[in-house]
């Protein structure tokens, strides 16, 4: 015929008044929580019914995941932290050596997840989940940071990582046409015109910031800058196209190397000058 709800006081106490006469099913129900039993047939003939009680119970669920490298790699001691639909930090723990982290209680709810550690960027940056069940394999890929300087003036220079963001408007954080490459074709048939300017909204192959590649920058004062990014592996080779005239190289590795150790193959029509 219908039905009818209250919510319990202070003391967990609830009372329906003035039902009809019949066989009513009364069932509790909190996000969060679990109730045995999950609910009671009542008869109502002729006086009213009392202690029909439910023990609640918090429901609680794992969350789990793995930090690595894009070549699988663990990353320990990694704070992963748990926020609410509000912005609130609801628990925080460490990766281990394997990588891998676990949550063993969480509530049901909305929840975003990240993840820090100094020297460290995270894709994705952030995960947001509805937990409503045990959940595994929320993993995120760390990628390393590394810190590049600029002197006040021209600087020409590379990056020995794949940046997540590749434009060098965002590498190098300076104003449009401070970046510049040259292009040996362009050299051939436009010689004035031989230097690629960077651009916002323009990213041309050749304006794109990856190991071995160098640039000229041109920035108002020194500073430091975090680039996040990929380095090339370092079981596998670097390899760089050339075009016949100067081409602007840099060193593709995220350590000092000596000029004296380029060499070039024999046979091959290039010269080194630096």
């Given at each position: 015929?219908g039905?009818?709800?209250?919510?319990?006081?202070a003391?967990g106490?609830?009372?329906l008044?003035?039902?009809?006469?019949?066989?009513h099913?009364?069932?509790?129900v909190?996000?969060g929580?679990?109730?045995?039993p999950?609910?009671i047939?009542?008869?109502?003939v002729?006086k009213?019914v009392?202690?029909q009680n439910?023990?609640a119970s918090?429901?609680r669920?794992?969350?789990?995941g793995r930090v690595?490298?894009?070549q699988?790699?663990?990353?320990?001691?990694?704070t992963?932290?748990?926020?609410?639909?509000?912005?609130?930090k609801?628990a925080?723990?460490?990766t281990?050596?394997?990588?891998?982290?676990r949550f063993a209680?969480?509530a049901?709810g909305?929840?975003?997840?990240?993840?820090?550690?100094?020297?460290?960027a995270f894709?994705?940056t952030e995960?947001a989940?509805?937990?409503s069940?045990?959940t595994?394999g929320?993993?995120?890929?760390?990628?390393?940071v590394v810190?590049?300087?600029?002197?006040q003036?021209?600087n020409?220079i590379?990056v020995?990582?794949?940046?997540?963001?590749q434009?060098p408007?965002?590498?190098?954080?300076?104003?449009?046409r401070?970046v510049?490459r040259?292009?040996p074709?362009l050299?051939?048939?436009?010689?004035?015109?031989?230097y690629?300017?960077?651009?916002?909204?323009?990213?041309p192959?050749?304006?794109?910031v990856?190991?071995?590649?160098?640039?000229?920058?041109?920035?108002?004062s020194?500073r430091?800058?975090q680039?996040a990014?990929?380095?090339?592996s370092s079981?596998?080779?670097v390899?760089?196209?050339?075009?016949?005239?100067?081409?602007?190289?840099a060193n593709p590795?995220?350590?000092p190397m000596?000029w004296?150790?380029?060499?070039i193959?024999a046979g091959?029509?290039?010269?080194s000058?630096?």
């Amino acid at each position: 015929a219908g039905s009818w709800s209250t919510t319990t006081d202070a003391q967990g106490r609830y009372s329906l008044l003035d039902l009809p006469a019949g066989t009513h099913t009364v069932v509790p129900v909190l996000r969060g929580y679990a109730f045995t039993p999950s609910s009671i047939d009542v008869k109502l003939v002729d006086k009213d019914v009392a202690n029909q009680n439910f023990t609640a119970s918090p429901i609680r669920y794992a969350l789990s995941g793995r930090v690595s490298t894009a070549q699988n790699e663990p990353v320990a001691q990694a704070t992963v932290t748990v926020y609410d639909e509000d912005g609130v930090k609801v628990a925080s723990t460490q990766t281990t050596d394997p990588g891998t982290y676990r949550f063993a209680a969480l509530a049901p709810g909305r929840y975003t997840v990240r993840v820090t550690k100094a020297g460290w960027a995270f894709q994705p940056t952030e995960t947001a989940l509805d937990l409503s069940a045990d959940t595994s394999g929320v993993d995120f890929e760390a990628v390393p940071v590394v810190e590049i300087t600029l002197a006040q003036g021209y600087n020409f220079i590379g990056v020995p990582t794949v940046p997540l963001d590749q434009h060098p408007l965002a590498v190098f954080q300076v104003a449009e046409r401070r970046v510049a490459r040259w292009d040996p074709d362009l050299a051939r048939t436009q010689p004035d015109n031989a230097y690629v300017l960077a651009q916002t909204g323009q990213l041309p192959e050749i304006l794109k910031v990856k190991p071995g590649v160098g640039f000229w920058v041109r920035a108002d004062s020194d500073r430091r800058l975090q680039v996040a990014g990929r380095p090339p592996s370092s079981a596998a080779s670097v390899e760089m196209l050339l075009g016949r005239g100067w081409n602007m190289l840099a060193n593709p590795f995220g350590a000092p190397m000596r000029w004296s150790v380029l060499g070039i193959t024999a046979g091959m029509p290039m010269r080194s000058l630096g």
